[in-house]
């Protein structure tokens, strides 16, 4: 058998048409960090993770990731141009001076890439100082609109204000146009941008929406509703929403014609993004969905209509590809729709592994392809003792899984099962894991190291 995967095989007709009756498959595709955007274009389904690694696939199934090297690096947003993909976020970087030397500080990052294969950099120059972060980009007419939190006297944190951005990131920006202290959450679609601001005073702050017009940058603001820093913009069905909670949760809607129409009060929806899927409109929550089907009202429903997604995990974000659903979360948490009826468990935990080794083995020849085959059918239990040094509060490496007879001819790909046990402290380890970190030469078994497990302890790993 190739792979770990737990899917338990698919019966004929075993399928349903109601979304609320979807299952889903957790894909595990060894990133561990929190997915911050998603985007489905020209054949790509590409998100990104807050400390800069890009997660893609051309089908759905077959995932591959890349890392942007780049020191404390940091990813806000991606778009599409029609012809490449702009990430934006932030890294270390030198701030030169004019004598020549420079300092180390955040420096904003602006990465394109039309495959995920190659990237460039865009070193965009500023005459208001230098940008230590960007935060949203948006393609309009062959330009970009950027909004940035840019220092305009280096050295003073007091001069930290938000810019929006406007130019060909060739060279210099077009335009520059100061807007407030503080930017917070962000949402767009075909038209426009919505920005959440923080205006800072002696004594306290205040907050506001702008909307900022995608065709033209021209900015307008919204008066007649009260934001907070909590509060939460999303995009759904190309239409921009806003969820604010002030003691209680309320949901607006964003016209281009500067009105905010309340959809939904004081109802715990917590809604953190949506998409248009199959005639409906679908909101999620760290934890749960809405179904808000063709003729329904979202008005009409209460919290007794959401749908338990992911009581255990932490979804940030949704989009539709290749026909189905994929929710992304916290800690590399993608979860992918399935109309499939016949598993009882509410997430089906699937592997890539498999997947991943079976588009890898095409460019074996058949003879080292029918070897591998045959040795992953003889492959018996294993079990070994490995020495290790339990610091009580990181992941600690018990064993390298490198195909050889040290881990009992096993690799990454040929696991389905693994046990960790501290042999004489009557402990079993929760979770042990394969990954490969930077560092690493292979791919290895990971076990948390509990605090109540600290210094030299034996660990028996078992694996099938």
């Known amino acids: 058998m190739l792979g770990k995967t737990n899917i338990t095989a698919l019966s004929e007709s075993a399928t349903v048409t109601e979304i609320e009756d979807y299952k889903w498959i957790q894909i595990q595709t060894g990133i561990y960090s929190d997915f911050k955007k998603v985007i489905y274009q020209n054949g790509y389904l590409a998100a990104i993770t807050a400390d800069g690694i890009i997660a893609y696939t051309t089908d759905g199934e077959v995932w ?11 990813l806000n947003d991606i778009d599409w141009d029609g012809s490449r993909f702009i990430l934006v976020g932030s890294h270390k970087g030198i701030n030169p001076f004019g004598d020549g030397t420079g300092e180390l500080v955040q420096r904003g990052l602006i990465v394109v890439t039309s495959n995920f294969d190659t990237y460039e950099v865009k070193d965009v120059e500023s005459t208001t100082g230098y940008a230590r972060e960007y935060f949203l980009v948006y393609p309009t007419n062959g330009k970009y609109i950027v909004i940035a939190s840019v220092n305009t006297a280096p050295g003073s944190s007091y001069n930290i204000k938000t810019y929006e951005y406007l130019g060909n990131l060739e060279e210099k920006w077009d335009s520059e146009k100061q807007k407030s202290f503080f930017t917070h959450s962000m949402a767009k679609n075909s038209k426009d941008i919505i920005v959440f601001h923080e205006e800072n005073y002696v004594g306290g702050s205040s907050y506001y929406i702008e909307r900022i017009n995608g065709s033209d940058g021209e900015v307008y603001s919204y008066t007649n509703v009260k934001v907070s820093e909590s509060t939460k913009a999303f995009e759904c069905k190309d239409e921009l929403y806003a969820m604010l909670f002030n003691g209680k949760y309320s949901l607006y809607k964003l016209t281009n014609s500067d009105e905010c129409m309340l959809m939904s009060s004081e109802k715990n929806f917590a ?13 999620i929550n760290s934890h749960e969905m809405l179904v808000v089907k063709k003729g329904e009202l979202i008005s009409d429903k209460t919290v007794d209509d959401l749908i338990e997604i992911a009581p255990e995990l932490t979804m940030n974000c949704i989009t539709k590809a290749f026909g189905q659903l994929y929710i992304f979360g916290n800690h590399g948490v993608i979860l ?3 109309v499939e009826t016949n598993n009882e ?5 699937q592997a890539l592994s498999a997947k991943k080794a079976l588009l890898e083995a095409k460019e074996y020849t058949d003879e080292r392809y029918t070897d591998f085959i045959n040795l992953v059918g003889t492959m018996k239990p294993f079990t070994k003792d490995v020495d290790v040094n339990l610091n009580g509060t990181n992941d600690v490496r ?10 009992g001819w096993y690799t990454e790909d040929s696991i389905k099962f693994i046990t960790a046990i501290a042999i004489g402290r009557g ?3 929760s979770s042990p894991t394969i990954a490969k970190f930077p560092n690493d030469n292979f791919p290895g078994i990971y076990i948390f190291s509990p605090k109540n497990l600290t210094g030299p302890c034996k660990i028996r790993i078992h694996i099938e």
């Open 271 to 283: 809604f953190v993004d949506g998409v248009y899927f199959d005639n409906c409109q679908i909101f």
């Open 427 to 429: 402990a079993e380890l």
């Open 398 to 407: 018990v064993l390298d899984l490198d195909g050889t007879e040290e881990c």
């Open 64 to 74: 591959q990731t890349h890392v942007l090297e780049y020191e404390d690096c940091k």
């Open 336 to 338: 992918k729709s399935s």
């Open 345 to 349: 468990e509410a997430i089906t935990v």
